[in-house]
C-alpha cells in the first residue's frame, strides 16, 4: 500500500500537523522517508492499540531531545533534567490525541471506536514486518515518524 496516495495517511498527517501545533506551537512538515534515520537509540516510542470498529495499531517514534524541548515549552522547565518517564507521558499524550483525530475522520457517523491505552516500550505491531503506512515529519529539525498497522485499520483507508 502506497502511503503517498492513501487518504489514511493524509488524514494521519492533519492530525499529527494539528496536535504539535496546538500543543507545543510547533510547525510539521511531511517528509519523505530520510536518508539520515534518526539513531534508534535517542529515539522514545509509544504505541496504542485501535480496538473498534477497525483494529490495528498507532506508533509514535520521536526523538528524546524533540520531547525534551516540548516539554520545556509546555511545562516551562528551563536547564532542568526532565525524566524519560515524563517525556514517554507526553508522547503517550501526544498519540491519545492523534489517534482520537484520525479516528473520528474514519469512522462512520453511526459508529463508535474505542481505543486502547497507550504502551511504551513495547515491541509494535509495525515491528513484526506486517503491512504498515509510514510517515515521515520533521519537527523543530528532527524526524518524527508515525506507523498504522493492522489489517482492518489499513483496510480503512482504502475505503475513507
Given at each position: 500500500?502506497?502511503?503517498?496516495?492513501?487518504?489514511?495517511?493524509?488524514?494521519?498527517?492533519?492530525?499529527?500537523?494539528?496536535?504539535?501545533?496546538?500543543?507545543?506551537?510547533?510547525?510539521?512538515?511531511?517528509?519523505?522517508?530520510?536518508?539520515?534515520?534518526?539513531?534508534?537509540?535517542?529515539?522514545?516510542?509509544?504505541?496504542?492499540?485501535?480496538?473498534?470498529?477497525?483494529?490495528?495499531?498507532?506508533?509514535?517514534?520521536?526523538?528524546?531531545?524533540?520531547?525534551?524541548?516540548?516539554?520545556?515549552?509546555?511545562?516551562?522547565?528551563?536547564?532542568?533534567?526532565?525524566?524519560?518517564?515524563?517525556?514517554?507521558?507526553?508522547?503517550?499524550?501526544?498519540?491519545?490525541?492523534?489517534?482520537?483525530?484520525?479516528?473520528r475522520e474514519i469512522?462512520?457517523?453511526?459508529?463508535?471506536?474505542?481505543?486502547?491505552?497507550?504502551?511504551?516500550?513495547?515491541?509494535?505491531?509495525s515491528d513484526l514486518?506486517?503491512?504498515?503506512?509510514?510517515?515521515?515529519?520533521?519537527?523543530?529539525?528532527?524526524?518524527?515518524?508515525?506507523?498504522?498497522?493492522?489489517?482492518?485499520?489499513?483496510?480503512?483507508a482504502e475505503t475513507?
Open positions: 500500500m502506497n502511503p503517498e496516495n492513501n487518504k489514511l495517511s493524509e488524514i494521519m498527517s492533519s492530525a499529527l500537523e494539528e496536535t504539535f501545533e496546538e500543543m507545543a506551537f510547533l510547525e510539521v512538515c511531511r517528509v519523505q522517508v530520510p536518508d539520515d534515520p534518526p539513531d534508534e537509540g535517542g529515539l522514545l516510542r509509544v504505541s496504542l492499540l485501535v480496538h473498534d470498529p477497525f483494529p490495528g495499531e498507532l506508533c509514535l517514534a520521536a526523538p528524546r531531545s524533540l520531547l525534551t524541548e516540548m516539554a520545556r515549552i509546555l511545562f516551562g522547565t528551563e536547564g532542568e533534567s526532565i525524566p524519560d518517564e515524563t517525556l514517554l507521558d507526553l508522547q503517550a499524550e501526544l498519540l491519545n490525541t492523534i489517534a482520537g483525530r484520525v479516528m469512522t462512520p457517523e453511526e459508529a463508535t471506536f474505542r481505543l486502547g491505552l497507550p504502551e511504551t516500550g513495547a515491541q509494535s505491531l514486518n506486517c503491512e504498515a503506512i509510514k510517515c515521515h515529519f520533521s519537527v523543530d529539525e528532527e524526524i518524527v515518524s508515525m506507523t498504522v498497522s493492522g489489517d482492518a485499520l489499513l483496510a480503512r475513507c
